[in-house]
Nanobody, 123 residues
Framework: QVQLVESGGGLVQNGGSLRLSCVAS????????MGWFRQAPGKEREFVAA????????RYADSVQGRFTVSRDNAKNTVYLQKNSLKPEDTAVYYC????????????????WGQGTQVTVSS
């Protein structure tokens, strides 16, 4: 079992950058595939990015490809989401999640979830 806490959200202008962090406790992060999801008001939660236990392989949603970078530091039990060239449509609550499965973009494959951090991109 693992507990996840996101941080780093806030207000940023169009074209700006943010780095989100997700710190795990209760079990070492290396145990899990880690993913990021987001949910905008009135919309379903959607996949953003994920990476393998070693961090050697990543997967991104088409909407963030080339702008977002997911990484992990297993020694610090932390996963990151670097977000560049932010757009108003990136406004959402961002969640990190942990999976015991393979590298996946399916929400149902993630067992543990953080509470989310709000990111607002102004136009």
């Amino acid at each position: 079992q693992v507990q996840l806490v996101e941080s780093g959200g806030g207000l940023v202008q169009n074209g700006g950058s943010l780095r989100l962090s997700c710190v795990a406790s209760g079990r070492t992060l290396v145990t899990y595939i880690m993913g990021w999801f987001r949910q905008a008001p009135g919309k379903e939660r959607e996949f953003v990015a994920a990476l393998t236990r070693s961090g050697s392989t990543t997967r991104y949603a088409d909407s963030v490809q080339g702008r977002f970078t997911v990484s992990r530091d297993n020694a610090k039990n932390t996963v990151y989401l670097q977000k560049n060239s932010l757009k108003p449509e990136d406004t959402a609550v961002y969640y990190c999640a942990a999976s015991m499965s393979f590298l996946t973009s399916r929400e149902a494959d993630y067992t543990y979830w953080g509470q989310g951090t709000q990111v607002t991109v102004s136009s």
